[in-house]
Structure formats: C-alpha cells, structure tokens
C-alpha cells in the first residue's frame, strides 16, 4: 500500500458516511456525496446488503459523476477521494 492511500485511509476511519439504500444513486445521493467531498475530501459509502451485488456499477457512476477517485472497496463500503481545488 502506497503512503498516500495508506494516509487517506486513516483519515477516512473519521470520514463522514453516506448510505446508499435499496433505491440506489439518484441525483440526491450525488448532490449530497458532491457537498460532502468539497467539504471534507474523502467520503465513504456503505451500501445496504440488498443492493451490494449492483455496488460496482454504482460506484463507477458515483465516481464518474463526481469526478472522485476511488480509493478503497472493502465489503459493502467504498472509500472516495475529491482533492480540494
């Protein structure tokens, strides 16, 4: 593990949360993800266990749209990076 992921890692155990429930990304969960990653650089994302199987498509749209970088994926919990400009 790099230095860099190994430092946003341990600043993401105090990142703010966002779950992604049974009805999946809409404009509202991005808006949201969007406000929190300009405020604090790094989100994570739990997604509920009936949805976890789509994760991975979801994530590729919360990341494309964001413009975030995926740093982690650890069960049902993925960990996004958006450098403050």
């Known amino acids: ?21 049974k009805s999946g ?3 509202n969960v ?5 406000r929190q990653l300009k405020a604090n ?12 199987r789509d994760k991975d498509k979801y994530i590729d749209e ?3 749209k964001t413009r975030a970088k995926l740093i982690d994926v650890r069960g049902h919990v993925a960990v996004i990076y958006k450098k403050k400009p």
Do not use: P, Y
């Open 1 to 21: 593990m790099s230095h860099e992921k190994k430092e946003l890692m341990n600043r993401a155990l105090n990142a703010m949360t966002i779950n992604i429930g």
């Open 25 to 27: 990304v809409n404009d």
């Open 30 to 34: 991005i808006e949201e993800i969007k």
């Open 41 to 52: 650089e790094i989100v994570k994302l739990k997604f509920a266990k009936n949805i976890a």
């Open 62 to 64: 919360i990341v494309s």
